[in-house]
């Protein structure tokens, strides 16, 4: 199976993939993580451009290949892109979910963004205006959504399997 986790910086995307991958024994591919370590190898700046998006695709593919499920973690805020990730999941024979995380919050989701740390050294992360500039198309088919607002990462996390659940998807 192939999870498709994506929203807005500071909605908690990363913090519910971790949580959903340790439950489920998934792998988590995050696209931060990936362009940051080709912006280490000396290959690219930020913006990475399509860059990061590649290789998750690539990894992605190689994992539902064989047989793991993948929990594949980014802003993904391009149909294109959204496109990209359900291909990788059909030429790899796998169930793709996806899932929109939202703060609806407009207070709480600013807090978030300024107030986290990097956990990815040298990973530059946007401020409230670069959060609220940031391009986002809106979504033209059914998927997911889970907002994390008021409530713990727990709570979202137990809103997520049980969406995930009702919709037969639910991951072994």
């Known amino acids: 199976m192939l999870i498709v986790l ?20 998934a792998v988590h591919l995050r696209i931060d993580t990936i362009e940051q370590a080709i912006v280490r190898s000396g290959l690219a700046r930020h913006p990475v451009g399509s860059a990061g998006y590649v290789v998750g695709y690539a990894l992605a593919e190689e ?4 047989g793991v499920t993948v929990i594949a973690e980014s802003v993904n805020p391009l149909a294109v892109t959204r496109d990209a990730w359900r291909d990788v999941g059909s030429a790899a024979g796998a169930v ?18 300024t107030a986290r740390s990097v956990d990815i050294p040298g990973l530059p ?21 889970i907002d994390t607002a008021g409530q713990s990462p727990h709570e979202s996390l137990a809103r997520l399997v049980r969406q995930l659940d009702e919709r037969g998807a639910a991951p072994e």
Request: neutral net charge.
């Open 96 to 113: 793709t979910v996806e899932v929109e995380v939202v703060c609806s919050d407009p207070a709480e989701h600013r807090h978030r963004v």
């Open 63 to 66: 994992h539902l290949r064989q």
């Open 125 to 145: 992360l946007p401020d409230w205006p670069q959060v609220l500039a940031r391009a986002y198309e809106p979504w033209e088919r059914e998927h997911l959504v």
């Open 6 to 25: 994506c929203g807005l910086p500071g909605t908690g995307k990363t913090t519910l993939a971790r949580l959903l991958a340790t439950r489920i024994g």
